[in-house]
């Protein structure tokens, strides 16, 4: 089975777009996104230097679009991948292009949240000096204890002994000074403290923005940062796409989720390399493949045979159907047999797993046509429950 992953900011570095603009199409498509933007994501993409890259209006524009695009390349006929790939997921800012892969916004509409997340991010982290820290190794406990004693925030779990630490530049020198016991700290070249309550003003940027774009549910399985839950509801993927920028990034759990689906592939889009990095290290038996140029096109492609499968959400109307959010056991909620009306928002179940209950409801609402699980079931993240018939004019 076989993920396709998008990187967060950090990841990109001086002209990683230089041999992808050797293909027309690619060059005119980024012309077009750049036109979307409003960042001439061509010349960042191959002349600017790192520092001018590293600005957060820049960076995640030209993220997402080389993600985006080089999906496309890779997938010229969208529905090819649709069949083929088990799930999607973005690390950061990465979730907004998995968002669009999975055709829950269209690329456009990508670009004009990704740009004014871009803006208004830049703006909140320009009224406080903030900033960010990697910590390597330490215990975890001990590491959130040390965070919480100095203020900071954990803003990304990004697997074992992977924690980055978020706040005021104070509160990272204090770090720096009186770090946890065995943990390495890395100052990060980013242009604030993402993540964290500090972006509290973007949320707002954002949440009006939102309340414009029209979403469909996704066409494969998508992987939430904020809890590694798959979410099938396209509103919902919005809406946590506009909370995101003040919650912690959970890519820990997003991997848990990966192997709790029996993945065994992860492509990870340009500028590829920091996700499947991770994953060798936090998934070992994932084998892990970083698209970085176009002359691995072939071999990408390859790779996808090697563990596409189809998807069971693209062999039915993703509309009808809800799904797990998580591994667990399936308990229903009272009765419901087939034929029963459901209200928008009402509970079918919920999904018991590990850590928590998490509850599965019936967005839209609408007659349930049949069951796929039995009471008491052993269910797999982003595993079809229930087919549902939306009522007229629904």
């Known amino acids: 089975m076989l993920v396709i992953v998008a990187p967060g900011q950090g990841a990109q570095t001086p002209g990683f777009l230089t041999p992808w603009l050797e293909d027309p199409t690619f060059a005119d498509r980024l012309h077009w996104l750049s036109a979307v933007s409003g960042v001439d994501l061509t010349h960042y993409g191959t002349e600017a230097d790192a520092e001018a890259i ?37 690390h950061s800012v990465g979730e907004i292009a998995a968002a669009a892969g999975a055709r829950v916004i269209t690329a456009e509409q990508a670009m004009v949240l990704v740009r004014e997340r871009g803006n208004a991010m830049a703006a909140a982290a320009a009224t406080t000096p903030t900033g960010m820290t990697a910590l390597l190794g330490g215990d975890r406990d001990e590491v959130l204890a040390k965070l919480a004693e100095h203020g900071l925030t954990a803003a990304n779990e990004n697997g074992p002994g992977q924690i980055v630490a978020a706040g005021t530049t104070e509160q990272l020198a204090r770090l720096a000074d009186d770090g946890p016991a065995k943990a390495r700290l890395r100052p990060l070249q980013v242009a604030g403290a993402f993540h964290t309550e500090h972006m509290a003003p973007a949320v707002d940027v954002l949440a009006r923005y939102a309340r414009s774009v029209s979403t469909h549910d996704p066409r494969t399985n998508l992987i939430s940062n904020r809890d590694g839950q798959v979410v099938h509801d396209g509103q919902e993927v919005l809406k946590r796409i506009v909370t995101q920028v003040r919650n912690p990034v959970r890519w820990d759990l997003c991997m848990q989720t990966m192997s709790d689906l029996g993945i065994t592939g992860m492509l990870e ?111 797999s993240p982003g595993q079809p429950l229930v087919r549902l018939h939306p009522e007229a004019g629904e």
């Open 269 to 379: 889009m340009p500028p590829a390399g920091t996700l499947t990095s991770i994953a060798r290290r936090a998934l070992p038996d994932i084998e892990t493949f970083a698209l970085k140029t176009p002359d691995q096109l072939d071999d990408a492609r390859a790779f996808v045979d090697k563990h596409g499968a189809v998807s069971p959400l693209d062999a039915s109307p993703t509309w009808r159907l809800l799904v797990a959010p998580a591994k667990g056991t399936f308990h229903k909620d009272g009765e419901l047999p087939e034929g029963s009306r459901l209200d928008h928002g009402a509970a079918v179940g919920a999904v018991a797993s590990l850590r928590d209950s998490l509850p599965v409801v019936a967005p839209h609402g609408g007659n349930i046509v049949e069951w796929l699980v039995e009471d008491g079931d052993l269910v």
């Open 54 to 90: 590293r600005d957060t209006a820049v960076a995640q524009p030209l993220l997402v679009a080389s993600s985006l695009l080089a999906a496309l390349t890779l997938f010229p006929n969208p529905a090819d991948a649709f069949g083929r790939v088990a799930a999607v997921a973005g």
